[in-house]
Protein backbone atom coordinates (compact mmCIF):
# COMPACT_ATOMS: atom_id res chain seq x y z
CA UNK A 1 0.00 0.00 0.00
CA UNK A 2 2.95 2.07 0.75
CA UNK A 3 4.83 1.70 -2.44
CA UNK A 4 1.40 2.42 -4.17
CA UNK A 5 0.74 5.94 -2.32
CA UNK A 6 4.70 6.18 -3.46
CA UNK A 7 4.53 5.51 -6.80
CA UNK A 8 1.54 7.63 -7.28
CA UNK A 9 2.74 10.73 -5.81
CA UNK A 10 5.76 10.47 -8.17
CA UNK A 11 3.45 9.40 -11.33
CA UNK A 12 1.67 13.14 -10.33
CA UNK A 13 5.09 14.54 -9.45
CA UNK A 14 6.45 13.77 -13.26
CA UNK A 15 3.37 15.06 -14.78
CA UNK A 16 3.59 18.62 -13.03
CA UNK A 17 6.92 18.68 -13.96
CA UNK A 18 6.49 17.93 -17.49
CA UNK A 19 3.45 20.46 -17.49
CA UNK A 20 5.49 23.16 -16.46
CA UNK A 21 8.33 21.85 -18.60
CA UNK A 22 5.86 22.51 -21.49
CA UNK A 23 5.30 25.89 -20.29
CA UNK A 24 8.91 26.92 -20.24
CA UNK A 25 8.62 27.60 -16.31
CA UNK A 26 11.39 25.35 -15.47
CA UNK A 27 14.10 26.42 -13.36
CA UNK A 28 17.48 25.76 -11.51
CA UNK A 29 15.40 24.03 -8.43
CA UNK A 30 13.07 22.21 -10.48
CA UNK A 31 15.88 20.93 -12.99
CA UNK A 32 17.76 19.15 -9.47
CA UNK A 33 14.19 18.19 -8.32
CA UNK A 34 13.96 16.60 -11.18
CA UNK A 35 17.14 15.04 -11.45
CA UNK A 36 17.21 14.02 -7.55
CA UNK A 37 13.55 11.74 -8.65
CA UNK A 38 15.00 10.66 -11.94
CA UNK A 39 12.55 12.31 -14.47
CA UNK A 40 15.30 12.48 -16.49
CA UNK A 41 18.94 12.64 -16.92
CA UNK A 42 20.82 15.95 -16.86
CA UNK A 43 22.20 16.55 -20.28
CA UNK A 44 22.99 19.58 -22.64
CA UNK A 45 23.18 18.72 -26.09
CA UNK A 46 25.19 21.47 -28.73
CA UNK A 47 23.77 20.33 -32.49
CA UNK A 48 25.85 22.10 -35.39
CA UNK A 49 26.32 25.65 -33.75
CA UNK A 50 27.86 28.06 -36.01
CA UNK A 51 28.86 31.41 -35.39
CA UNK A 52 30.13 34.59 -37.85
CA UNK A 53 31.16 37.62 -36.65
CA UNK A 54 31.12 39.47 -39.84
CA UNK A 55 33.68 37.35 -42.33
CA UNK A 56 35.53 35.63 -39.06
CA UNK A 57 34.11 32.05 -38.52
CA UNK A 58 33.69 31.49 -35.10
CA UNK A 59 32.14 28.38 -34.84
CA UNK A 60 31.37 26.21 -37.59
CA UNK A 61 28.69 23.55 -37.02
CA UNK A 62 30.42 22.55 -33.81
CA UNK A 63 28.24 19.62 -31.57
CA UNK A 64 29.10 18.82 -28.36
CA UNK A 65 27.38 17.12 -25.26
CA UNK A 66 27.78 17.64 -21.62
CA UNK A 67 26.54 14.23 -19.63
CA UNK A 68 25.66 14.22 -16.47
CA UNK A 69 28.26 14.11 -13.74
CA UNK A 70 30.85 13.95 -16.30
CA UNK A 71 33.84 16.94 -16.53
CA UNK A 72 34.38 17.69 -20.25
CA UNK A 73 36.94 19.72 -21.27
CA UNK A 74 36.62 21.79 -24.43
CA UNK A 75 40.39 22.93 -25.64
CA UNK A 76 42.09 24.54 -28.71
CA UNK A 77 44.64 27.36 -29.85
CA UNK A 78 43.95 30.46 -28.66
CA UNK A 79 40.63 31.87 -30.53
CA UNK A 80 39.63 28.84 -31.71
CA UNK A 81 36.16 29.45 -30.30
CA UNK A 82 36.02 27.94 -27.35
CA UNK A 83 34.55 30.85 -25.21
CA UNK A 84 32.54 31.91 -27.84
CA UNK A 85 30.81 28.28 -27.32
CA UNK A 86 30.50 29.03 -24.09
CA UNK A 87 28.82 32.79 -24.85
CA UNK A 88 26.35 31.03 -27.26
CA UNK A 89 25.21 28.60 -24.83
CA UNK A 90 24.70 31.32 -22.30
CA UNK A 91 23.16 33.22 -25.00
CA UNK A 92 25.56 36.11 -24.49
CA UNK A 93 26.19 35.75 -28.02
CA UNK A 94 23.15 34.87 -30.11
CA UNK A 95 23.94 31.54 -32.01
CA UNK A 96 23.73 32.10 -36.17
CA UNK A 97 22.63 28.59 -36.62
CA UNK A 98 22.17 25.34 -34.59
CA UNK A 99 20.29 24.26 -31.58
CA UNK A 100 20.97 23.64 -27.78
CA UNK A 101 18.74 21.11 -25.99
CA UNK A 102 18.88 21.30 -22.00
CA UNK A 103 17.14 17.47 -21.09
CA UNK A 104 15.66 17.24 -24.67
CA UNK A 105 14.71 21.11 -23.78
CA UNK A 106 15.11 23.40 -27.06
CA UNK A 107 16.83 26.49 -25.27
CA UNK A 108 17.95 28.25 -28.13
CA UNK A 109 17.88 32.04 -28.43
CA UNK A 110 16.31 32.14 -24.46
CA UNK A 111 17.01 35.18 -22.86
CA UNK A 112 20.50 35.06 -20.76
CA UNK A 113 18.16 34.67 -17.12
CA UNK A 114 16.45 32.10 -17.85
CA UNK A 115 19.03 30.17 -19.70
CA UNK A 116 20.96 30.83 -15.90
CA UNK A 117 17.58 29.79 -14.12
CA UNK A 118 17.11 26.76 -16.37
CA UNK A 119 20.65 25.58 -14.14
CA UNK A 120 23.71 26.61 -16.48
CA UNK A 121 26.28 28.40 -14.20
CA UNK A 122 29.64 29.24 -15.53
CA UNK A 123 32.82 31.88 -14.83
CA UNK A 124 34.39 34.08 -17.33
CA UNK A 125 37.55 33.54 -18.93
CA UNK A 126 38.03 37.71 -17.38
CA UNK A 127 37.07 36.76 -13.95
CA UNK A 128 33.71 39.68 -14.09
CA UNK A 129 32.43 40.31 -10.43
CA UNK A 130 30.57 43.05 -9.11
CA UNK A 131 33.40 45.65 -8.02
CA UNK A 132 31.58 48.01 -5.41
CA UNK A 133 30.29 44.25 -3.79
CA UNK A 134 31.58 42.82 -0.62
CA UNK A 135 32.51 38.89 -0.87
CA UNK A 136 28.93 38.15 1.01
CA UNK A 137 27.01 40.31 -0.87
CA UNK A 138 27.94 38.39 -4.56
CA UNK A 139 27.47 35.11 -2.68
CA UNK A 140 23.92 36.64 -1.43
CA UNK A 141 23.44 37.60 -4.84
CA UNK A 142 24.08 34.37 -6.45
CA UNK A 143 22.47 31.87 -3.85
CA UNK A 144 18.48 33.20 -4.70
CA UNK A 145 17.63 31.67 -7.81
CA UNK A 146 14.74 33.91 -8.12
CA UNK A 147 14.80 38.08 -8.43
CA UNK A 148 14.29 39.63 -5.08
CA UNK A 149 10.67 40.77 -5.06
CA UNK A 150 10.63 44.56 -4.32
CA UNK A 151 8.10 44.19 -1.52
CA UNK A 152 8.91 40.97 -0.16
CA UNK A 153 12.15 42.49 -0.04
CA UNK A 154 11.17 45.18 1.82
CA UNK A 155 8.77 43.61 4.76
CA UNK A 156 10.65 40.46 5.39
CA UNK A 157 13.89 39.67 6.51
CA UNK A 158 15.62 37.68 4.72
CA UNK A 159 16.70 33.91 5.57
CA UNK A 160 19.79 33.82 6.95
CA UNK A 161 22.30 32.11 4.62
CA UNK A 162 25.99 32.66 6.46
CA UNK A 163 26.36 29.26 7.35
CA UNK A 164 25.90 28.11 3.60
CA UNK A 165 28.32 31.18 2.51
CA UNK A 166 30.95 29.80 4.70
CA UNK A 167 30.92 26.84 3.47
CA UNK A 168 31.35 27.64 -0.06
CA UNK A 169 34.07 30.33 1.17
CA UNK A 170 35.66 27.47 3.11
CA UNK A 171 35.35 24.73 0.49
CA UNK A 172 36.98 27.30 -2.40
CA UNK A 173 39.65 28.58 0.39
CA UNK A 174 38.83 31.69 -0.03
CA UNK A 175 40.04 33.39 3.50
CA UNK A 176 38.88 37.24 3.71
CA UNK A 177 36.36 38.65 6.02
CA UNK A 178 33.24 38.47 4.14
CA UNK A 179 32.99 42.48 4.09
CA UNK A 180 35.75 42.66 1.69
CA UNK A 181 34.81 44.58 -1.63
CA UNK A 182 36.05 42.30 -4.34
CA UNK A 183 37.82 45.69 -6.12
CA UNK A 184 40.00 44.89 -2.91
CA UNK A 185 41.10 41.09 -3.91
CA UNK A 186 44.38 40.12 -5.27
CA UNK A 187 43.69 38.58 -8.98
CA UNK A 188 43.81 35.01 -7.80
CA UNK A 189 41.44 35.65 -5.15
CA UNK A 190 39.30 37.24 -7.62
CA UNK A 191 39.30 33.95 -9.39
CA UNK A 192 38.24 32.09 -6.31
CA UNK A 193 35.67 34.68 -5.45
CA UNK A 194 34.44 33.77 -9.03
CA UNK A 195 34.74 30.51 -8.69
CA UNK A 196 32.62 30.64 -5.72
CA UNK A 197 29.75 32.64 -6.69
CA UNK A 198 29.09 30.30 -9.70
CA UNK A 199 29.07 27.43 -7.16
CA UNK A 200 26.65 29.17 -5.15
CA UNK A 201 23.86 29.89 -7.85
CA UNK A 202 21.77 26.92 -8.25
CA UNK A 203 22.60 24.46 -10.90
CA UNK A 204 22.99 21.40 -12.80
CA UNK A 205 25.78 22.25 -15.03
CA UNK A 206 29.02 24.23 -14.14
CA UNK A 207 30.87 26.42 -16.92
CA UNK A 208 34.35 27.07 -15.81
CA UNK A 209 36.21 29.23 -18.79
CA UNK A 210 40.05 28.85 -17.80
CA UNK A 211 39.50 28.67 -14.32
CA UNK A 212 43.39 28.65 -13.77
CA UNK A 213 44.78 31.19 -16.21
CA UNK A 214 47.07 33.52 -14.81
CA UNK A 215 47.74 31.88 -11.35
CA UNK A 216 50.52 30.41 -9.19
CA UNK A 217 51.05 26.87 -9.35
CA UNK A 218 49.55 26.49 -5.45
CA UNK A 219 46.37 28.22 -6.35
CA UNK A 220 46.28 25.85 -9.82
CA UNK A 221 45.79 22.35 -7.25
CA UNK A 222 43.54 24.04 -5.31
CA UNK A 223 41.43 24.62 -7.70
CA UNK A 224 42.07 21.12 -9.13
CA UNK A 225 41.34 19.50 -5.99
CA UNK A 226 37.78 22.29 -5.51
CA UNK A 227 36.65 21.18 -9.48
CA UNK A 228 37.62 17.20 -8.39
CA UNK A 229 35.32 17.24 -5.59
CA UNK A 230 32.37 19.44 -6.97
CA UNK A 231 32.59 16.13 -9.43
CA UNK A 232 32.92 13.37 -6.83
CA UNK A 233 29.70 15.30 -5.80
CA UNK A 234 28.20 13.93 -8.54
CA UNK A 235 28.40 18.10 -10.30
CA UNK A 236 28.20 18.07 -14.53
CA UNK A 237 31.55 20.18 -15.50
CA UNK A 238 32.72 21.50 -18.53
CA UNK A 239 35.95 23.45 -18.77
CA UNK A 240 37.85 25.76 -21.07
CA UNK A 241 41.66 24.97 -20.23
CA UNK A 242 45.04 26.00 -22.15
CA UNK A 243 46.65 23.79 -18.88
CA UNK A 244 46.85 20.33 -20.65
CA UNK A 245 48.25 18.80 -17.85
CA UNK A 246 45.58 20.30 -15.78
CA UNK A 247 42.88 19.11 -18.21
CA UNK A 248 44.48 15.46 -19.09
CA UNK A 249 44.38 14.78 -15.09
CA UNK A 250 41.16 15.88 -14.79
CA UNK A 251 38.33 15.97 -17.87
CA UNK A 252 36.74 12.29 -18.48
CA UNK A 253 35.98 13.04 -21.79
CA UNK A 254 37.53 16.06 -24.50
CA UNK A 255 36.98 18.24 -27.42
CA UNK A 256 39.38 19.99 -29.80
CA UNK A 257 38.19 22.82 -31.60
CA UNK A 258 40.36 24.70 -34.12
CA UNK A 259 39.61 27.61 -36.15
CA UNK A 260 36.01 27.19 -34.66
CA UNK A 261 35.91 23.47 -36.15
CA UNK A 262 35.63 20.20 -33.95
CA UNK A 263 38.80 18.25 -35.30
CA UNK A 264 38.75 15.72 -32.39
CA UNK A 265 37.28 14.37 -29.68
CA UNK A 266 37.46 11.55 -27.12
CA UNK A 267 39.17 10.59 -23.94
CA UNK A 268 42.22 11.96 -22.70
CA UNK A 269 44.43 8.99 -23.90
CA UNK A 270 43.07 9.07 -27.59
CA UNK A 271 43.11 12.81 -27.75
CA UNK A 272 46.91 12.65 -26.76
CA UNK A 273 47.09 10.61 -29.56
CA UNK A 274 45.57 12.38 -31.73
CA UNK A 275 47.35 13.77 -34.80
CA UNK A 276 45.42 16.70 -35.92
CA UNK A 277 45.53 17.39 -32.44
CA UNK A 278 48.86 17.77 -32.31
CA UNK A 279 48.91 19.81 -35.54
CA UNK A 280 46.66 21.89 -34.35
CA UNK A 281 49.14 22.98 -31.68
CA UNK A 282 52.56 22.49 -32.90
CA UNK A 283 51.90 23.08 -36.93
CA UNK A 284 52.73 20.47 -39.65
CA UNK B 1 11.68 88.16 8.48
CA UNK B 2 14.47 86.27 9.06
CA UNK B 3 12.98 83.66 10.72
CA UNK B 4 10.48 83.76 7.29
CA UNK B 5 13.85 83.42 4.98
CA UNK B 6 15.11 80.32 6.96
CA UNK B 7 11.57 78.20 6.47
CA UNK B 8 11.43 79.34 3.14
CA UNK B 9 15.30 77.56 2.54
CA UNK B 10 14.37 74.65 4.93
CA UNK B 11 11.28 73.79 2.55
CA UNK B 12 13.10 73.84 -0.34
CA UNK B 13 15.99 72.29 0.77
CA UNK B 14 13.48 69.54 1.70
CA UNK B 15 12.04 69.62 -2.01
CA UNK B 16 15.42 69.15 -3.19
CA UNK B 17 16.38 66.00 -0.79
CA UNK B 18 13.37 64.20 -2.42
CA UNK B 19 14.53 64.90 -5.38
CA UNK B 20 18.02 64.51 -5.53
CA UNK B 21 17.72 60.92 -3.63
CA UNK B 22 15.35 59.63 -5.71
CA UNK B 23 17.39 60.65 -8.44
CA UNK B 24 20.33 58.63 -6.65
CA UNK B 25 18.09 55.88 -6.70
CA UNK B 26 18.37 55.88 -10.41
CA UNK B 27 21.85 57.10 -11.16
CA UNK B 28 23.71 55.89 -8.26
CA UNK B 29 22.36 52.49 -7.89
CA UNK B 30 21.49 51.37 -11.31
CA UNK B 31 24.43 53.71 -12.72
CA UNK B 32 22.33 54.86 -15.75
CA UNK B 33 22.46 58.98 -15.92
CA UNK B 34 18.95 60.09 -16.28
CA UNK B 35 18.32 63.77 -17.54
CA UNK B 36 14.96 63.27 -17.66
CA UNK B 37 14.61 63.14 -13.94
CA UNK B 38 13.51 67.06 -13.69
CA UNK B 39 10.72 66.36 -16.69
CA UNK B 40 9.27 64.00 -14.16
CA UNK B 41 9.45 66.57 -11.38
CA UNK B 42 7.54 68.32 -13.99
CA UNK B 43 5.51 65.86 -15.25
CA UNK B 44 4.65 65.68 -11.16
CA UNK B 45 4.60 69.05 -10.71
CA UNK B 46 1.83 70.08 -13.24
CA UNK B 47 -0.47 66.99 -12.76
CA UNK B 48 -1.01 67.98 -8.67
CA UNK B 49 -1.62 71.61 -9.23
CA UNK B 50 -4.04 70.99 -12.57
CA UNK B 51 -6.08 68.21 -10.34
CA UNK B 52 -6.18 70.32 -7.41
CA UNK B 53 -7.51 73.41 -9.08
CA UNK B 54 -10.12 71.17 -10.71
CA UNK B 55 -11.86 70.32 -7.45
CA UNK B 56 -9.85 66.82 -6.64
CA UNK B 57 -8.98 66.38 -3.39
CA UNK B 58 -5.28 67.14 -2.72
CA UNK B 59 -4.73 63.71 -1.50
CA UNK B 60 -5.98 62.09 -4.66
CA UNK B 61 -3.55 64.85 -6.83
CA UNK B 62 -0.80 63.95 -4.50
CA UNK B 63 -0.65 60.90 -4.86
CA UNK B 64 -1.63 60.97 -8.55
CA UNK B 65 1.51 63.08 -9.24
CA UNK B 66 3.58 60.47 -7.90
CA UNK B 67 1.45 57.59 -10.02
CA UNK B 68 1.53 59.97 -13.59
CA UNK B 69 5.55 60.21 -13.35
CA UNK B 70 5.81 56.72 -12.54
CA UNK B 71 3.84 55.88 -15.26
CA UNK B 72 5.73 58.40 -17.49
CA UNK B 73 9.22 56.59 -16.15
CA UNK B 74 7.61 53.47 -17.00
CA UNK B 75 7.39 54.49 -21.15
CA UNK B 76 11.16 56.39 -20.63
CA UNK B 77 12.83 53.36 -19.75
CA UNK B 78 10.76 51.11 -22.50
CA UNK B 79 11.57 53.87 -25.15
CA UNK B 80 14.77 53.84 -24.47
CA UNK B 81 15.42 49.86 -23.22
CA UNK B 82 18.37 49.21 -26.15
CA UNK B 83 20.46 52.44 -24.89
CA UNK B 84 23.44 52.22 -22.44
CA UNK B 85 25.89 55.08 -21.06
CA UNK B 86 26.10 58.10 -23.17
CA UNK B 87 23.19 57.11 -25.65
CA UNK B 88 20.80 56.62 -22.60
CA UNK B 89 22.04 59.99 -21.26
CA UNK B 90 21.26 61.44 -23.99
CA UNK B 91 17.46 60.10 -24.86
CA UNK B 92 16.80 61.12 -21.50
CA UNK B 93 17.75 64.61 -22.37
CA UNK B 94 15.83 64.69 -25.42
CA UNK B 95 12.92 63.13 -23.00
CA UNK B 96 13.08 66.15 -20.89
CA UNK B 97 12.88 68.09 -24.09
CA UNK B 98 10.22 66.66 -25.12
CA UNK B 99 8.18 66.83 -21.86
CA UNK B 100 8.94 70.98 -22.08
CA UNK B 101 7.66 70.99 -25.26
CA UNK B 102 4.53 69.07 -24.56
CA UNK B 103 4.03 71.63 -21.54
CA UNK B 104 4.78 74.71 -23.65
CA UNK B 105 2.31 73.65 -26.15
CA UNK B 106 -0.53 71.88 -24.68
CA UNK B 107 -2.12 75.53 -24.25
CA UNK B 108 -5.88 73.69 -23.33
CA UNK B 109 -3.95 72.01 -20.35
CA UNK B 110 -1.19 73.47 -18.71
CA UNK B 111 -1.86 77.23 -20.30
CA UNK B 112 1.52 77.25 -22.28
CA UNK B 113 3.57 79.70 -21.38
CA UNK B 114 1.45 81.53 -19.17
CA UNK B 115 2.01 78.75 -16.77
CA UNK B 116 -0.43 77.89 -13.58
CA UNK B 117 -0.61 80.65 -10.83
CA UNK B 118 -2.60 80.17 -7.77
CA UNK B 119 -1.97 77.02 -6.80
CA UNK B 120 -3.08 76.85 -3.34
CA UNK B 121 -1.45 75.15 -0.70
CA UNK B 122 -3.22 72.14 0.47
CA UNK B 123 -5.77 71.03 2.57
CA UNK B 124 -5.59 67.78 4.45
CA UNK B 125 -8.65 65.99 5.67
CA UNK B 126 -10.50 68.91 6.56
CA UNK B 127 -6.54 70.80 7.77
CA UNK B 128 -5.78 73.62 5.90
CA UNK B 129 -2.19 74.07 5.55
CA UNK B 130 -1.94 78.40 5.54
CA UNK B 131 1.50 79.38 6.16
CA UNK B 132 5.14 78.40 5.27
CA UNK B 133 5.23 76.53 8.83
CA UNK B 134 2.86 74.12 8.68
CA UNK B 135 4.03 73.57 5.00
CA UNK B 136 7.47 72.83 6.37
CA UNK B 137 6.19 70.43 8.88
CA UNK B 138 4.25 68.78 5.86
CA UNK B 139 6.82 68.61 3.35
CA UNK B 140 9.25 67.40 6.25
CA UNK B 141 6.77 64.54 7.22
CA UNK B 142 6.36 63.38 3.38
CA UNK B 143 9.89 63.59 2.95
CA UNK B 144 10.75 62.07 6.02
CA UNK B 145 8.86 58.71 5.24
CA UNK B 146 9.92 58.68 1.42
CA UNK B 147 13.64 59.18 1.78
CA UNK B 148 13.36 56.17 4.49
CA UNK B 149 11.31 53.92 1.89
CA UNK B 150 13.90 54.60 -0.69
CA UNK B 151 16.60 54.10 2.17
CA UNK B 152 14.84 50.79 3.07
CA UNK B 153 14.47 49.85 -0.60
CA UNK B 154 18.45 50.48 -1.68
CA UNK B 155 19.27 49.06 1.58
CA UNK B 156 17.64 45.37 0.61
CA UNK B 157 18.73 42.53 -1.17
CA UNK B 158 16.41 44.39 -3.92
CA UNK B 159 18.93 47.07 -3.79
CA UNK B 160 21.98 44.88 -3.75
CA UNK B 161 20.87 43.69 -6.74
CA UNK B 162 20.23 46.80 -8.52
CA UNK B 163 24.02 47.62 -7.55
CA UNK B 164 25.65 44.63 -8.56
CA UNK B 165 23.46 45.69 -12.21
CA UNK B 166 25.16 49.14 -11.93
CA UNK B 167 28.80 47.36 -11.77
CA UNK B 168 28.37 44.44 -14.70
CA UNK B 169 25.23 43.93 -15.97
CA UNK B 170 25.86 40.68 -17.77
CA UNK B 171 27.45 38.98 -14.92
CA UNK B 172 24.13 39.72 -13.42
CA UNK B 173 22.05 37.61 -15.83
CA UNK B 174 24.45 35.38 -16.03
CA UNK B 175 23.23 34.46 -12.71
CA UNK B 176 19.45 34.24 -13.31
CA UNK B 177 18.31 37.88 -12.55
CA UNK B 178 15.75 39.46 -14.83
CA UNK B 179 17.50 42.97 -15.33
CA UNK B 180 14.83 44.71 -17.68
CA UNK B 181 12.62 44.18 -15.04
CA UNK B 182 15.26 45.57 -12.43
CA UNK B 183 15.61 49.05 -14.57
CA UNK B 184 11.59 49.20 -14.81
CA UNK B 185 11.27 48.64 -11.22
CA UNK B 186 14.07 51.24 -10.23
CA UNK B 187 12.40 53.60 -12.50
CA UNK B 188 9.02 53.10 -11.86
CA UNK B 189 9.89 54.15 -7.86
CA UNK B 190 12.51 56.83 -8.84
CA UNK B 191 9.93 58.58 -10.96
CA UNK B 192 7.04 57.99 -8.68
CA UNK B 193 9.13 60.26 -5.46
CA UNK B 194 10.17 62.92 -8.50
CA UNK B 195 6.43 63.22 -9.37
CA UNK B 196 5.38 63.72 -5.48
CA UNK B 197 8.26 66.21 -4.55
CA UNK B 198 6.84 68.03 -7.91
CA UNK B 199 3.45 68.07 -5.91
CA UNK B 200 5.28 69.79 -3.05
CA UNK B 201 7.42 71.96 -5.31
CA UNK B 202 3.77 72.94 -7.13
CA UNK B 203 2.07 73.71 -4.13
CA UNK B 204 4.67 75.86 -2.12
CA UNK B 205 5.64 78.08 -5.07
CA UNK B 206 2.35 78.32 -5.99
CA UNK B 207 2.70 79.36 -9.43
CA UNK B 208 5.07 76.98 -12.04
CA UNK B 209 5.60 77.20 -15.79
CA UNK B 210 7.66 75.16 -18.70
CA UNK B 211 10.67 77.36 -17.55
CA UNK B 212 10.67 75.89 -14.31
CA UNK B 213 11.61 72.54 -15.69
CA UNK B 214 14.53 72.68 -17.83
CA UNK B 215 18.36 71.91 -17.98
CA UNK B 216 19.41 74.26 -15.43
CA UNK B 217 17.14 72.68 -12.94
CA UNK B 218 18.76 69.29 -13.84
CA UNK B 219 22.21 70.69 -13.63
CA UNK B 220 21.41 71.69 -9.86
CA UNK B 221 20.03 68.44 -9.15
CA UNK B 222 23.25 66.06 -10.25
CA UNK B 223 25.20 68.65 -8.74
CA UNK B 224 23.86 67.76 -5.43
CA UNK B 225 24.14 63.95 -6.38
CA UNK B 226 27.71 64.19 -7.40
CA UNK B 227 28.52 66.40 -4.38
CA UNK B 228 26.54 63.82 -1.93
CA UNK B 229 28.15 60.74 -3.35
CA UNK B 230 27.01 58.54 -5.99
CA UNK B 231 24.45 55.71 -4.16
CA UNK B 232 24.64 57.48 -0.85
CA UNK B 233 21.32 58.38 0.46
CA UNK B 234 22.98 60.28 3.32
CA UNK B 235 24.88 62.68 0.85
CA UNK B 236 22.04 63.68 -1.27
CA UNK B 237 20.32 64.43 1.81
CA UNK B 238 23.99 67.21 3.29
CA UNK B 239 24.46 68.30 -0.28
CA UNK B 240 21.07 69.14 -1.08
CA UNK B 241 21.51 71.40 2.20
CA UNK B 242 24.65 73.08 1.06
CA UNK B 243 23.60 73.30 -2.64
CA UNK B 244 20.33 75.34 -1.79
CA UNK B 245 21.99 76.94 0.96
CA UNK B 246 24.45 78.55 -0.85
CA UNK B 247 23.20 80.22 -4.02
CA UNK B 248 20.70 81.71 -1.11
CA UNK B 249 23.47 83.69 1.02
CA UNK B 250 24.27 85.34 -2.62
CA UNK B 251 21.12 87.31 -2.06
CA UNK B 252 22.87 88.97 1.02
CA UNK B 253 25.66 90.22 -1.33
CA UNK B 254 25.71 93.94 -2.98
CA UNK B 255 25.30 91.99 -6.71
CA UNK B 256 23.34 93.58 -9.55
CA UNK B 257 20.02 91.69 -10.33
CA UNK B 258 21.47 90.45 -14.04
CA UNK B 259 24.56 89.33 -12.16
CA UNK B 260 22.96 86.91 -9.36
CA UNK B 261 21.57 84.17 -11.66
CA UNK B 262 24.36 83.42 -13.32
CA UNK B 263 26.94 83.75 -10.55
CA UNK B 264 24.77 80.74 -9.14
CA UNK B 265 25.27 78.73 -12.05
CA UNK B 266 29.39 79.44 -11.63
CA UNK B 267 29.22 78.61 -7.94
CA UNK B 268 27.76 75.08 -8.96
CA UNK B 269 30.54 75.11 -11.52
CA UNK B 270 33.17 75.54 -9.65
CA UNK B 271 31.73 73.52 -6.65
CA UNK B 272 31.58 70.80 -9.18
CA UNK B 273 35.13 71.17 -10.62
CA UNK B 274 36.83 71.65 -7.34
CA UNK B 275 34.78 68.10 -5.90
CA UNK B 276 35.93 66.21 -9.15
CA UNK B 277 39.62 66.94 -8.57
CA UNK B 278 40.19 66.27 -4.91
CA UNK B 279 37.01 64.37 -4.01
CA UNK B 280 36.07 62.29 -7.23
CA UNK B 281 33.68 59.94 -4.82
CA UNK B 282 31.79 63.03 -3.47
CA UNK B 283 31.33 63.77 0.13
CA UNK B 284 29.75 60.15 1.21
CA UNK B 285 30.04 58.32 -2.12
CA UNK B 286 31.77 54.80 -2.18
CA UNK B 287 31.35 54.79 -5.87
CA UNK B 288 33.65 56.56 -8.26
CA UNK B 289 32.15 57.70 -11.34
CA UNK B 290 32.97 57.02 -14.90
Given amino acids: MKNKILRIKKSLYVLHTKVRSLFGLLDAQDANSMLKHGVFAMHLDIKKVSKNFGGIVALDKCSLEIKEGK ?49 ISRTFQEVRLFKNLTIEEHLKVALSDSDYKLIKSFFYRQPNEDDRIKEILEMVGLKKPVSTLSSELSYGQKKLLGLAVAIAK ?57 SGRLIAEGTPREVQKNKRVLEAYLGK | ?53 NGIPFVIAFLASGFFAGFSGFVLIFATKRLKGDYYALATLGFSFIVYSLLLNLTSITRGPLGIAGIKKPELFGFAITNNFSYLTFSSIIVLISVFIIWRIVSSPFGILLGAMRDDETALKVLGKDTKMLKYKAMGISAFFAGISGSLFAHYISFIDPGTFTISEIILVLTIVIVGGIASTKGSIVASAIIVVIPELLRFLPLPGG ?30 LE
Fill in chain 1, 202 to 258: PHSILMLDEPVAGINPELRKEIFRIIKELNNKGESIAIIEHDMNFVMNLAHYIYVLD
Fill in chain 2, 1 to 53: MILLFVVHVLILISIYILLAVSLNLVLGYTGRVNLGHVALFGIGAYTSALLYI
Fill in chain 1, 71 to 119: IIAIIGPNGSGKSTLFNVISNIVSAGKGKIYFSKEDITGREEHEIAKIG
Fill in chain 2, 259 to 288: IAGPMRQILYSIILIVLLLYKPRGLFGRIE
